[in-house]
């Protein structure tokens, strides 16, 4: 059981331990997912028994994949919302907030980004598409250019990223259904390949029955399940956890949500969790994250430079010590430990490498196999900080992602959603609403991450991309209410992800049967054939993207793997964002929307194979090429050696966007004062059959179609709010500060100790020779303080120095060099040690003191600002849209009749404009 804390913390905020019983068996979670399955067959039938009968034969095409295309505001919020919110912020969000901290809050303003894209797109692609009746995203780029390989490649481009966004869904339904159907006898009662062909095939099969109907009403079914989770969860975690659903109440090495457990028990032992393998795990500390390995995580990150937080522990290992993974200490000889003031274990008698933090994911994997054979053990997963970029550049890796969101609303699936909802005006509603998504989404799912962390990570052995698991199993194992949250939870996550699938996978369809079927090789194939090869296109399409989740390697040992795919995505829906979204505003020569297409490509792969080489540029984790031989013992003749890091700075998949931006623009300049045409008689689609038009769209017909709409991005108002909410998300990030204030792993650890010994420290740094190691553990610290603030006589240290040891033999330092780069270090034989060498200290050499975390409301003082200019940001994004004038409000409403509505067998009377 716990042990009560010492400022007498409610006890009510300790979470499920393996002391408190049997977990949960998990019966009322298979009751509510079944209900659901159910309830989603229902829907599907539902939908298509109700259109089956009243569709025209030559309209079933276009009622499979746009269904009605009359769905009104509320309808049309519900489905774009369940399909934007899933895997990515159900499973990826509290995964990555547990790891990283706030660093997540990329979450949240990314998500302004994707507003500030969707004014470019919406209110002009909805006009565009109404005029011609488009039936698929693609259509707009066949209907502007009449080029057959533009329309191709855009095609290819689309589809393979929203192939992408399939396989997140389908990994966190893999990864997340075993996980949350843990029984309580630690069996799992869904097995992850099999549970995941089982609902794939479930998406499918109605997918097939209702089509884009079903889809859309599915979704808002889903979208109730999803909203009471993600409102309910976090109110569950702040009844239970305190201030910001837990997080609020788990920084600091005092904070509200403190415990102390004795994990030496058979409960924990036989539970597996990771506290009792632990040197402390009789008197184990835990709901703090000062309490464990993420310490870095309370204070300001590596906001513009390479992060060095756990620089000592490999500079003392270079010097003779191995590491000790259990006390998170060198392991060193008595007449080291003298001179170091740290405890020791068991001497080493040969050379061994220290605590090497390559990156846990990436190129890597001959260098974490050297170092895990080393050790025998795998590395801590903490260790991977400084070699990842996560933790380096954080403010441009935050901006990078922001600018990486601007091109999600291009996702053909959204696209399609927006395209379905019956006027102007009901879209803007819908888009409006979602202005303030992520406070009730993404945000609460932050918290309950970043809090889970603090208080589960140290109790439940399942902490890796399955986290969200974890949370909802601590609620369950409550019993009783929280139990039936932690069902609703589950069903909801999984019903979110379904959801996104089967819009997903119907769009992909879409495109590849509009550009390779209806508009080529089948022109003139009726509606009822056509539909059946799309249905073995959707077919062939889970198959492949279940086979991919479950079966590739790469895929399933990337502990990034949502982050990493979804920066994928963004990269390929930004080279089609020329043609998608330019092309609307500017005339772009079609053979130059090729180029660039083709040279963005190049570019993303030619950068991804590049940021491991020495030459020219490259990320700061690169190696010399045959700089060590792997099967050899490493020692100062055979060692990785770093190269000088010439970093991208922005994320490669953003340079790959400008080149291809550029490319475009500069080529279309290029090739209009040449009198370059668009297309030829042998690529032409033939638009004036399927679009209405006499040729293919030009500009002057777009503009002429945006006479009677009042623009966003053209309004004078609703340009400066968009650039207030783009500067609010990208200037509050952490550009600033301190990088760890100032700390690092030793010198945060000395800080901690002085402010819970209530020593000065400060006092004791301000007349302290700095050339002094810092005095430590606390014993020694109080006393050196004792003597120092008391004696003016005593050579005072510094506690709160940061630096780290050097090995010296003699005069000589014989220390093999010491990579600065991925923060691996080599250390001599014990032996030279022993003959005479001898441990310096060495400074920062800048002379930083440790200050420490400053908190506000709980949380880094960083974070706070980041998430008040998200939050004023968003009212900007809503504002935005209230300037957009619909042809509704503003215009002849005339103009805002819906042509396919005819003919579908609805009601002949409403006249419903379609949607973008």
């Not at 002057?700 to 309004?715: P, Q, Y």
């Amino acid at each position: 059981m716990a042990v009560p804390v010492p400022n007498g913390h409610d006890s009510l905020r300790v979470p499920w331990l393996p002391t408190d019983g049997s977990p949960s068996d998990k019966a009322i979670f298979f009751t509510s997912f079944g209900f659901f399955l159910a309830l989603l067959f229902a829907v599907s039938h539902w939908s298509w028994s109700k259109n089956a009968s009243g569709i025209a034969p030559d309209k079933k095409y276009n009622w499979h994949f746009m269904g009605g295309k009359n769905y009104n505001a509320l309808l049309g919020t519900f489905t774009l919302f369940s399909t934007i919110f899933s895997a990515v912020t159900i499973a990826g969000v509290p995964f990555e907030a547990s790891a990283t901290g706030f660093f997540s809050l990329r979450w949240l303003t990314s998500g302004v980004w994707i507003g500030l894209g969707a004014m470019f797109m919406a209110p002009r692609g909805y006009r565009i598409n109404t005029n011609r009746n488009y039936d698929c995203p693609n259509d707009y780029v066949t209907d502007r250019y009449n080029n057959r390989l533009l329309s191709v490649f855009s095609s290819l481009i689309s589809a393979a990223s929203v192939f992408l966004y399939i396989i997140i869904q389908l990994y966190a339904i893999a990864d997340l259904m075993p996980a949350m159907s843990k029984t309580s006898d630690g069996s799992h009662a869904f097995d992850r390949n099999v549970t995941t062909w089982i609902l794939g095939f479930v998406i499918l099969i109605c997918e097939w029955i209702g089509g884009f109907d079903a889809v859309t009403y599915t979704d808002l079914l889903q979208s109730v399940a999803l909203l009471i989770a993600f409102l309910a969860l976090p109110m569950a975690y702040a009844y239970y956890y305190g201030a910001l659903a837990g997080a609020g109440d788990s920084f600091g090495y005092d904070c509200a949500n403190f415990y102390e457990v004795d994990c030496t028990q058979p409960e924990f032992v036989a539970f597996k969790s990771p506290c009792s393998s632990s040197s402390s795990a009789a008197a184990f500390k835990s709901g703090c994250l000062a309490y464990n390995s993420q310490s870095y995580l309370q204070m300001h990150p590596a906001g513009s430079e390479t992060s060095k937080y756990f620089e000592p522990l490999t500079k003392v290992a270079a010097s003779g010590c191995t590491y000790n993974y259990n006390q998170s200490l060198p392991d060193c000889t008595p007449t080291v430990l003298t001179q170091l003031g740290w405890f020791g274990v068991v001497p080493p008698t040969s050379w061994g490498v220290a605590a090497a933090t390559f990156p846990q994911t990436g190129p890597y994997s001959e260098e974490r196999a050297w170092a895990d054979k080393q050790f025998n053990s795998p590395l801590p997963t903490y260790l991977g900080v400084d070699g990842s970029s996560l933790f380096s550049r954080t403010a441009a890796n935050m901006m990078s992602f922001n600018l990486l969101f601007f091109s999600l609303p291009l996702f053909p699936h959204w696209v399609m959603k927006g395209m379905s909802i019956k006027t102007d005006k009901e879209a803007k509603v819908a888009y409006s609403i979602l202005s303030f998504a992520t406070v009730w989404s993404t945000f609460p799912m932050l918290l309950i991450g970043i809090s889970g962390a603090a208080l589960l990570k140290a109790i439940h052995p399942d902490a890796g991309t399955e986290f969200f698991a974890v949370i909802l199993d601590d609620l369950a194992n409550k019993g009783g209410f929280p139990e039936y949250l932690a069902a609703l939870g589950a069903t909801g996550a999984i019903a979110a992800m379904m959801s996104t699938v089967d819009s997903a996978l119907i769009a992909v369809t879409n495109l590849i049967s509009t550009d390779f079927l209806r508009n080529w090789l089948m022109r003139d194939a009726e509606d009822s054939k056509l539909l059946n090869v799309c249905r073995a296109i959707s077919g062939v399409t889970i198959v492949v993207c279940i086979v991919i989740t479950l079966y590739e390697p790469a895929l399933n040992n990337d502990a990034n793997v949502y982050s990493t795919l979804i920066a994928w995505q963004s990269s390929l829906l930004w080279q089609i964002l020329p043609v998608g979204m330019m092309s609307m505003y500017v005339d772009l020569n079609a053979w130059a929307l090729i180029i660039g297409q083709v040279v963005g490509i190049c570019a993303i792969v030619g950068l991804y194979i590049q940021q491991d080489s020495c030459h020219n540029w490259n990320t700061a984790y690169a190696w010399k090429e045959n700089s060590y031989v792997y099967d050899k013992v490493l020692d100062g003749n055979n060692h990785p050696e770093a190269c000088n890091p010439n970093t991208y700075y922005l994320d490669y998949h953003i340079w790959a966007a400008v080149i291809n931006v550029g490319v475009t623009v500069i080529t279309s300049i290029l090739f209009t004062f040449l009198d370059f045409g668009n297309t030829i008689a042998a690529l032409e689609v033939g638009v004036e059959s399927r679009y209405g038009g006499t040729d293919a769209l030009s500009m002057e017909e777009i503009e002429e179609m945006m006479d009677e709409t009042r623009e966003v991005v053209k309004d004078p108002a609703g340009i400066i709010c968009m650039i207030i909410a783009a500067a609010l998300t990208t200037f509050s990030l952490p550009w600033y500060g301190d990088s760890y204030d100032n700390c690092d792993f030793d010198s945060y650890a000395r800080w901690e100790a002085c402010e819970i010994a209530g020593v000065d420290c400060k006092a004791m740094c301000d007349v302290a020779d700095m050339s002094l190691a810092p005095p430590f553990p606390v014993p020694a610290l109080m006393t050196a303080a004792s003597a120092c603030l008391t004696n003016p006589a005593v050579d005072c240290t510094c506690p709160l120095q940061g630096g780290y040891f050097t090995f010296a033999s003699g005069s000589t330092n014989v220390m093999i060099p010491t990579d600065p780069v991925a923060n691996v270090s080599y250390s001599e034989s014990v032996a030279s040690l022993l003959t005479g060498g001898s441990f310096q200290f060495t400074g920062t050499g800048n002379g930083k003191i440790c200050e420490g975390y400053t908190l506000t409301n709980g949380i880094p003082h960083w974070a706070m600002v980041v998430i008040a200019c998200w939050v004023v940001a968003m009212f900007f994004v809503f504002a935005a849209w209230m300037r957009w004038g619909t042809v509704d409000e503003i215009g002849d409403k005339k103009v805002a009749v819906n042509p396919t509505t005819d003919g579908f067998g609805f009601d002949s009377k409403k006249t419903a404009v379609t949607g973008f």
